[in-house]
Protein backbone atom coordinates (compact mmCIF):
# COMPACT_ATOMS: atom_id res chain seq x y z
CA UNK A 1 0.00 0.00 0.00
CA UNK A 2 1.26 3.73 -0.53
CA UNK A 3 2.01 5.96 1.91
CA UNK A 4 0.21 9.17 2.81
CA UNK A 5 1.58 11.97 5.12
CA UNK A 6 -0.31 12.75 8.31
CA UNK A 7 0.07 16.33 9.27
CA UNK A 8 -1.54 17.51 13.21
CA UNK A 9 -0.46 19.83 16.34
CA UNK A 10 0.13 19.00 19.35
CA UNK A 11 1.27 20.50 22.62
CA UNK A 12 5.39 21.50 22.48
CA UNK A 13 5.64 20.04 26.09
CA UNK A 14 4.62 16.65 24.95
CA UNK A 15 6.09 16.80 21.58
CA UNK A 16 9.31 17.16 23.24
CA UNK A 17 8.67 14.59 25.78
CA UNK A 18 7.04 12.02 23.40
CA UNK A 19 10.72 12.39 21.55
CA UNK A 20 13.02 12.11 24.72
CA UNK A 21 10.98 8.74 25.57
CA UNK A 22 11.02 7.33 21.54
CA UNK A 23 14.83 8.17 21.21
CA UNK A 24 15.32 6.34 25.01
CA UNK A 25 13.12 3.20 23.18
CA UNK A 26 15.36 3.16 20.29
CA UNK A 27 12.11 4.80 17.96
CA UNK A 28 11.81 7.70 16.01
CA UNK A 29 8.32 9.56 16.26
CA UNK A 30 7.23 8.38 13.06
CA UNK A 31 8.08 4.27 13.51
CA UNK A 32 6.20 5.47 17.25
CA UNK A 33 2.93 7.16 15.30
CA UNK A 34 3.01 4.28 12.67
CA UNK A 35 2.84 1.03 15.29
CA UNK A 36 -0.08 2.81 16.92
CA UNK A 37 -1.78 3.24 14.18
CA UNK A 38 -1.94 0.07 12.76
CA UNK A 39 -2.54 -1.12 15.92
CA UNK A 40 -5.83 0.94 16.45
CA UNK A 41 -6.93 0.11 13.16
CA UNK A 42 -6.49 -3.53 13.82
CA UNK A 43 -7.57 -4.22 17.01
CA UNK A 44 -10.32 -0.81 17.17
CA UNK A 45 -9.37 0.02 20.40
CA UNK A 46 -6.08 1.81 22.49
CA UNK A 47 -3.86 -1.36 22.30
CA UNK A 48 -0.80 -1.27 24.75
CA UNK A 49 1.80 0.47 26.68
CA UNK A 50 5.34 1.12 25.60
CA UNK A 51 7.75 2.34 28.38
CA UNK A 52 11.05 3.30 28.22
CA UNK A 53 13.80 2.37 30.62
CA UNK A 54 14.78 5.00 32.86
CA UNK A 55 18.67 5.23 32.30
CA UNK A 56 19.76 8.33 33.17
CA UNK A 57 23.34 8.13 32.75
CA UNK A 58 22.92 6.34 29.36
CA UNK A 59 22.60 8.98 26.34
CA UNK A 60 19.57 8.63 24.13
CA UNK A 61 19.90 6.32 21.42
CA UNK A 62 19.13 9.15 18.44
CA UNK A 63 21.81 11.68 20.49
CA UNK A 64 24.69 12.88 18.24
CA UNK A 65 26.75 15.69 19.16
CA UNK A 66 29.18 17.36 16.49
CA UNK A 67 32.50 16.37 16.42
CA UNK A 68 31.84 13.36 18.99
CA UNK A 69 30.79 9.86 19.88
CA UNK A 70 27.49 9.09 21.34
CA UNK A 71 29.00 8.63 25.00
CA UNK A 72 28.16 4.88 25.90
CA UNK A 73 30.16 3.92 22.31
CA UNK A 74 27.74 1.42 21.32
CA UNK A 75 25.41 3.41 19.82
CA UNK A 76 26.19 1.49 15.71
CA UNK A 77 25.95 -1.82 17.75
CA UNK A 78 22.58 -1.08 18.47
CA UNK A 79 21.66 -0.10 14.84
CA UNK A 80 23.42 -3.10 13.91
CA UNK A 81 21.68 -5.87 15.46
CA UNK A 82 18.56 -3.90 14.99
CA UNK A 83 19.00 -3.77 11.21
CA UNK A 84 20.18 -7.78 11.11
CA UNK A 85 17.34 -8.42 12.77
CA UNK A 86 14.48 -6.62 11.21
CA UNK A 87 16.15 -8.51 7.93
CA UNK A 88 16.01 -12.00 9.50
CA UNK A 89 12.01 -11.10 10.41
CA UNK A 90 11.42 -10.05 6.65
CA UNK A 91 13.11 -13.45 5.65
CA UNK A 92 11.77 -15.76 7.85
CA UNK A 93 8.20 -14.10 6.88
CA UNK A 94 8.58 -13.86 2.87
CA UNK A 95 9.75 -17.57 3.25
CA UNK A 96 6.95 -18.79 5.46
CA UNK A 97 4.30 -17.64 3.22
CA UNK A 98 6.22 -18.96 -0.39
CA UNK A 99 6.65 -22.16 1.33
CA UNK A 100 3.11 -22.48 2.44
CA UNK A 101 1.54 -21.39 -0.92
CA UNK A 102 -0.26 -25.40 -1.84
CA UNK A 103 0.20 -26.10 -5.49
CA UNK A 104 -4.00 -26.54 -5.31
CA UNK A 105 -4.81 -22.92 -5.75
CA UNK A 106 -4.95 -21.69 -8.92
CA UNK A 107 -5.17 -18.26 -10.45
CA UNK A 108 -2.82 -15.35 -11.66
CA UNK A 109 -3.48 -13.47 -8.13
CA UNK A 110 -2.17 -16.89 -6.86
CA UNK A 111 0.94 -17.32 -9.09
CA UNK A 112 1.76 -13.05 -8.40
CA UNK A 113 1.88 -13.73 -4.75
CA UNK A 114 4.34 -16.99 -5.89
CA UNK A 115 6.71 -14.98 -7.48
CA UNK A 116 6.45 -11.97 -4.82
CA UNK A 117 7.47 -13.85 -1.75
CA UNK A 118 9.56 -16.43 -4.00
CA UNK A 119 11.96 -14.08 -6.84
CA UNK A 120 11.18 -10.43 -6.00
CA UNK A 121 10.80 -9.72 -2.62
CA UNK A 122 13.36 -12.16 -2.06
CA UNK A 123 15.59 -10.89 -4.29
CA UNK A 124 15.13 -7.33 -2.72
CA UNK A 125 15.19 -8.31 0.65
CA UNK A 126 18.65 -10.26 0.12
CA UNK A 127 19.63 -7.04 -1.54
CA UNK A 128 18.71 -4.76 1.49
CA UNK A 129 20.63 -7.71 3.97
CA UNK A 130 23.31 -7.32 1.43
CA UNK A 131 23.96 -3.60 2.08
CA UNK A 132 23.38 -3.85 5.18
CA UNK A 133 26.51 -6.45 6.05
CA UNK A 134 28.61 -4.24 3.55
CA UNK A 135 27.89 -1.26 5.70
CA UNK A 136 29.30 -2.66 8.82
CA UNK A 137 31.56 -4.69 7.24
CA UNK A 138 35.26 -3.58 6.42
CA UNK A 139 37.47 -0.41 7.32
CA UNK A 140 33.94 1.15 5.90
CA UNK A 141 32.39 0.65 9.24
CA UNK A 142 34.53 3.35 10.80
CA UNK A 143 33.49 5.67 8.90
CA UNK A 144 30.45 5.56 10.10
CA UNK A 145 30.71 7.29 13.21
CA UNK A 146 31.23 10.75 11.42
CA UNK A 147 27.71 9.50 9.06
CA UNK A 148 24.00 11.48 10.30
CA UNK A 149 22.73 8.75 12.24
CA UNK A 150 19.68 10.41 12.25
CA UNK A 151 19.43 9.42 8.21
CA UNK A 152 20.03 6.09 9.64
CA UNK A 153 17.17 5.73 12.11
CA UNK A 154 15.22 6.92 9.15
CA UNK A 155 16.11 3.74 6.89
CA UNK A 156 15.43 1.46 9.76
CA UNK A 157 12.47 2.74 10.31
CA UNK A 158 10.89 2.19 6.62
CA UNK A 159 12.33 -1.41 6.78
CA UNK A 160 10.39 -1.51 9.89
CA UNK A 161 7.48 -0.44 8.71
CA UNK A 162 8.04 -3.04 5.39
CA UNK A 163 8.61 -5.66 8.44
CA UNK A 164 5.20 -4.92 9.86
CA UNK A 165 3.53 -4.65 6.98
CA UNK A 166 4.49 -8.17 5.90
CA UNK A 167 4.14 -9.77 8.78
CA UNK A 168 0.33 -8.81 8.61
CA UNK A 169 0.16 -10.15 5.40
CA UNK A 170 1.42 -12.96 7.00
CA UNK A 171 -1.15 -13.47 9.42
CA UNK A 172 -3.70 -12.97 7.48
CA UNK A 173 -2.43 -15.15 4.31
CA UNK A 174 -1.39 -18.02 5.57
CA UNK A 175 -5.29 -19.21 7.80
CA UNK A 176 -6.85 -17.43 4.14
CA UNK A 177 -4.95 -20.38 2.20
CA UNK A 178 -5.32 -23.43 4.96
CA UNK A 179 -8.94 -22.72 4.11
CA UNK A 180 -8.90 -22.40 0.30
CA UNK A 181 -7.00 -25.38 -0.82
CA UNK A 182 -8.17 -27.16 -3.71
CA UNK A 183 -10.05 -23.80 -5.08
CA UNK A 184 -9.24 -21.20 -7.26
CA UNK A 185 -7.37 -17.79 -6.07
CA UNK A 186 -9.70 -15.22 -7.08
CA UNK A 187 -10.15 -14.66 -3.42
CA UNK A 188 -6.31 -13.99 -3.16
CA UNK A 189 -5.89 -10.18 -5.00
CA UNK A 190 -5.78 -7.90 -1.83
CA UNK A 191 -3.09 -9.77 -0.91
CA UNK A 192 -1.27 -9.90 -4.44
CA UNK A 193 -1.97 -6.00 -4.47
CA UNK A 194 -0.57 -5.59 -0.60
CA UNK A 195 2.77 -7.81 -1.73
CA UNK A 196 3.15 -5.23 -4.88
CA UNK A 197 2.83 -2.33 -2.35
CA UNK A 198 5.56 -3.30 -0.28
CA UNK A 199 8.11 -3.81 -3.18
CA UNK A 200 7.51 -0.03 -4.18
CA UNK A 201 8.51 0.22 -0.57
CA UNK A 202 11.55 -1.74 -0.85
CA UNK A 203 12.65 0.21 -3.82
CA UNK A 204 12.27 3.50 -1.64
CA UNK A 205 15.49 2.24 0.63
CA UNK A 206 18.00 2.65 -1.64
CA UNK A 207 17.84 6.24 -2.20
CA UNK A 208 17.93 6.76 2.11
CA UNK A 209 21.01 4.56 2.01
CA UNK A 210 22.64 6.93 -0.23
CA UNK A 211 22.00 9.95 1.58
CA UNK A 212 23.16 8.33 4.77
CA UNK A 213 26.57 7.50 2.89
CA UNK A 214 26.46 10.78 1.63
CA UNK A 215 25.95 12.35 5.09
CA UNK A 216 27.95 14.13 7.46
CA UNK A 217 26.91 14.12 11.22
CA UNK A 218 28.26 18.13 11.33
CA UNK A 219 27.11 18.94 8.04
CA UNK A 220 24.26 21.82 8.33
CA UNK A 221 23.44 24.75 6.37
CA UNK A 222 23.36 25.60 2.52
CA UNK A 223 25.58 22.57 1.46
CA UNK A 224 23.38 20.22 3.26
CA UNK A 225 20.60 21.33 2.00
CA UNK A 226 21.88 21.04 -1.44
CA UNK A 227 22.91 17.88 -1.15
CA UNK A 228 19.55 16.55 -0.56
CA UNK A 229 18.46 18.44 -2.84
CA UNK A 230 20.19 16.55 -5.28
CA UNK A 231 20.04 13.11 -3.82
CA UNK A 232 16.04 13.85 -4.03
CA UNK A 233 16.72 14.79 -7.57
CA UNK A 234 18.51 12.12 -9.41
CA UNK A 235 15.99 9.52 -10.14
CA UNK A 236 14.71 12.04 -12.01
CA UNK A 237 14.83 12.32 -15.71
CA UNK A 238 12.50 14.71 -16.85
CA UNK A 239 14.67 17.66 -18.31
CA UNK A 240 12.88 20.88 -17.15
CA UNK A 241 12.17 19.67 -14.06
CA UNK A 242 15.96 19.00 -13.54
CA UNK A 243 16.57 22.19 -15.03
CA UNK A 244 14.58 23.97 -12.03
CA UNK A 245 16.01 21.79 -9.25
CA UNK A 246 19.14 22.78 -10.34
CA UNK A 247 18.62 27.16 -9.96
CA UNK A 248 16.96 25.96 -6.66
CA UNK A 249 19.94 24.10 -5.89
CA UNK A 250 22.24 27.07 -6.53
CA UNK A 251 19.79 29.40 -4.79
CA UNK A 252 19.88 27.23 -1.56
CA UNK A 253 24.02 27.43 -1.83
CA UNK A 254 23.65 31.54 -2.37
CA UNK A 255 21.24 32.34 0.43
CA UNK A 256 20.25 29.53 2.35
CA UNK A 257 22.94 30.32 5.18
CA UNK A 258 21.26 33.94 5.65
CA UNK A 259 18.27 32.71 6.35
CA UNK A 260 16.41 32.81 9.71
CA UNK A 261 16.81 29.82 12.29
CA UNK A 262 13.23 29.15 12.26
CA UNK A 263 12.61 29.37 8.56
CA UNK A 264 15.51 27.21 7.71
CA UNK A 265 13.99 24.83 10.72
CA UNK A 266 10.38 24.78 8.35
CA UNK A 267 12.17 25.07 5.35
CA UNK A 268 14.07 21.41 5.88
CA UNK A 269 11.24 20.06 7.61
CA UNK A 270 7.52 20.25 5.84
CA UNK A 271 9.24 21.97 2.48
CA UNK A 272 11.82 20.00 1.70
CA UNK A 273 9.63 17.10 2.37
CA UNK A 274 7.01 17.83 0.12
CA UNK A 275 9.36 18.26 -2.43
CA UNK A 276 10.59 14.81 -1.81
CA UNK A 277 7.37 13.39 -2.30
CA UNK A 278 6.71 14.86 -5.31
CA UNK A 279 9.78 13.88 -6.91
CA UNK A 280 9.41 10.80 -5.88
CA UNK A 281 6.17 10.45 -7.25
CA UNK A 282 7.60 11.85 -10.79
CA UNK A 283 10.30 9.52 -10.83
CA UNK A 284 7.89 6.35 -10.33
CA UNK A 285 5.35 7.71 -13.43
CA UNK A 286 8.56 8.21 -15.47
CA UNK A 287 9.18 4.56 -14.50
CA UNK A 288 5.97 3.19 -15.05
CA UNK A 289 4.26 5.12 -17.60
CA UNK A 290 2.40 7.28 -15.50
CA UNK A 291 1.21 10.80 -16.55
CA UNK A 292 4.46 12.15 -16.02
CA UNK A 293 2.72 16.14 -16.94
CA UNK A 294 0.91 16.12 -13.75
CA UNK A 295 3.40 15.04 -11.91
CA UNK A 296 5.92 17.23 -13.24
CA UNK A 297 3.93 20.26 -13.20
CA UNK A 298 3.47 19.63 -9.61
CA UNK A 299 6.63 18.85 -8.46
CA UNK A 300 7.41 22.76 -10.08
CA UNK A 301 4.75 24.11 -7.90
CA UNK A 302 6.86 23.36 -4.82
CA UNK A 303 10.08 24.09 -6.49
CA UNK A 304 8.06 27.53 -7.25
CA UNK A 305 7.52 28.19 -3.79
CA UNK A 306 10.76 26.87 -2.21
CA UNK A 307 12.68 29.25 -4.78
CA UNK A 308 10.43 31.99 -3.39
CA UNK A 309 10.55 31.53 0.38
CA UNK A 310 14.54 31.12 0.14
CA UNK A 311 14.94 33.75 -2.28
CA UNK A 312 12.89 36.46 -0.32
CA UNK A 313 14.25 35.80 3.08
CA UNK A 314 10.58 34.95 4.91
CA UNK A 315 9.64 32.69 7.60
CA UNK A 316 8.22 29.51 6.56
CA UNK A 317 4.94 29.07 8.62
CA UNK A 318 2.97 25.88 7.32
CA UNK A 319 -0.35 24.84 7.74
CA UNK A 320 -1.17 21.10 6.28
CA UNK A 321 -4.07 19.31 4.90
CA UNK A 322 -2.64 15.96 4.92
CA UNK A 323 -4.81 14.45 2.63
CA UNK A 324 -2.85 14.41 -0.48
CA UNK A 325 0.53 15.84 -1.84
CA UNK A 326 -1.69 17.65 -4.21
CA UNK A 327 -3.37 19.48 -1.33
CA UNK A 328 -0.31 19.53 0.56
CA UNK A 329 1.13 21.82 -2.28
CA UNK A 330 -1.52 23.60 -2.49
CA UNK A 331 -1.55 24.20 1.09
CA UNK A 332 2.33 25.62 0.84
CA UNK A 333 0.97 27.85 -2.11
CA UNK A 334 -1.36 29.38 -0.13
CA UNK A 335 -0.03 30.25 3.08
CA UNK A 336 3.23 31.34 1.30
CA UNK A 337 1.05 33.56 -1.31
CA UNK A 338 -0.69 35.23 1.91
CA UNK A 339 2.61 35.81 3.44
CA UNK A 340 3.62 37.64 -0.20
CA UNK A 341 6.23 35.46 -0.47
CA UNK A 342 5.25 33.72 -4.03
CA UNK A 343 4.76 35.48 -7.09
CA UNK A 344 2.93 33.20 -9.36
CA UNK A 345 2.99 29.38 -10.75
CA UNK A 346 5.91 28.07 -12.28
CA UNK A 347 5.23 26.70 -15.94
CA UNK A 348 7.35 24.45 -17.98
CA UNK A 349 8.61 25.22 -21.06
CA UNK A 350 7.12 24.57 -24.45
Given amino acids: MGQVMINFRIDEEAKKSMEQACREMGLSMTAAFTIFAKKVGKEKRIPFEITA ?110 GSELLEIEGALLPAMRARQGEDGGGFEDYAQRLAAVSQEFDGLAPVMRRFLCSDACAGGGRAAEARLRQAAAPVETAYVRTALEGLGALILRDYDGLEEQARARLEGDYFQTLELTLQELARAERDGGDVGAKAALCLRVVNVLTQVVSENRRARQEWDGRSLEAEVAALERLAAMRGDTAGGMQPEG
Fill in 53 to 162: ECAASQPALGQRRCGGRDEDGHALLRRRERLELLCGEIRRSLTAMHIAIPASITGLPMERIRLLCGDELKDKSAQVSGAVGRLFSGQGARALEEKDLGVLDEYTDLLSSI
